[in-house]
């Protein structure tokens, strides 16, 4: 027993003197730099329009906008009139293991997001 007890304190010791080993602070260090001020922002700037290397291949890009193939009163009128709907809530889901009845099922158009 007395030989497992020396031998824990002999093994906590050497973790502590490993331990008690740090870092010394070398304080700030001043900058040193060969460019100004203007070339350090010419290449902020150059860097921050450029594209990311880090960066998935899809979402490095920014998507083209979406342009509408109908005019905005047409969609507008359309949205109202799906709004307006009695059954507009109504989702497929909801009759499961049972036919949808005849009156809930609406063809609408397909319509896509208007850019903005």
Known sequence: MKTSKIIAAAALSILAAAGAQAETYEG???PVS???RAEVNA???A???SENPYAEG???RVAPALTASADRSVIRSQAVATAHEAN???DRKA???SVVPAQYNIARPV???AGL
């Open 111 to 113: 319509t896509q997001r």
């Open 34 to 36: 060969t460019q100004s």
């Open 43 to 45: 290449q902020a700037v």
């Open 88 to 90: 507009q809530n109504l």
């Open 47 to 49: 860097a921050a329009r």
């Open 95 to 97: 009759f499961v293991n």
């Open 58 to 60: 899809v979402s490095s």
């Open 28 to 30: 700030v260090h001043a």
